[in-house]
T-cell receptor, first 112, second 109 residues
């Protein structure tokens, strides 16, 4: 099995442009997480889904970030407009309820 | 507030030497503690969790509630242990993880 799939792996954009990241979790995993990892830091949770429901989005900057998980499977995280400070690695992870989290390879975003 | 602290950014040891990666936490309750590892060019993966009380790849970690610590230990480091190690906390009431800033372990030959 491929595990958690994320695309794109790398993205370079200019500030004020929109960007979107896609995640396909492990089949059957009902819980999906989006994290942001800044350089030299650990992952920080942006949003967590239980099936289709966003149950924790307290750390999601809602003025520019949005996320969706239609049909409780794939998920998309969007930034519009991007700022210089959004440069980071965006990680997606999935788990079966409270079980082990499995991480994707991440998307490295560079905002110029 | 929940917080996980890993005081060392970089830890260098020689092969065969003991290694201890420190992790301290603050949490108003009974958390679950984890160690995650990221080898070069690989994705972040679970190494061990305190409730399992198991040894993975020779690593162990004991939860010390009195000192609020969850240090990762290995008696004899191997070169293949070189990686980034992250300590993480999950509160029992919520499926939310808090990660430390990570420690880079470099095992020299």
């Amino acid at each position: 099995e491929a595990g958690v799939v994320q695309s794109p792996r790398y993205k370079i954009i200019e500030k004020k442009q929109p960007v979107a990241f896609w995640c396909n979790p492990i089949s059957g995993h009902n819980t999906l997480y989006w994290y942001r990892q800044n350089l030299g830091q650990g992952p920080e949770l942006l949003i967590r889904y239980e099936n289709e429901e966003a149950v924790d989005d307290s750390q999601l900057p809602k003025d520019r970030f949005s996320a969706e998980r239609l049909k409780g499977v794939d998920s998309t995280l969007k930034i519009q407009p991007a700022e210089l400070g959004d440069s980071a690695v965006y990680l997606c992870a999935s788990s079966l309820r409270m079980g082990t989290q499995y991480f994707g390879p991440g998307t490295r975003l560079t905002v110029l | 507030a929940q917080r996980v602290t890993q005081p060392e950014k970089l830890l260098s040891v020689f092969k065969g030497a003991p290694v201890e990666l420190k992790c301290n936490y603050s949490y108003s309750g009974s958390p679950e503690l984890f160690w995650y590892v990221q080898y070069s060019r690989q994705r972040l993966q679970l190494l061990l969790r305190h409730i399992s009380r198991e040894s993975i790849k020779g690593f162990t970690a004991d939860l010390n509630k009195g000192e609020t610590s969850f240090h990762l230990k290995k008696p004899f480091a191997q070169e293949e242990d070189s990686a980034m190690y992250y300590c993480a906390l999950r509160g029992y009431n919520f499926n939310k993880f808090y990660f430390g800033s990570g420690t880079k372990l470099n095992v020299k030959p």
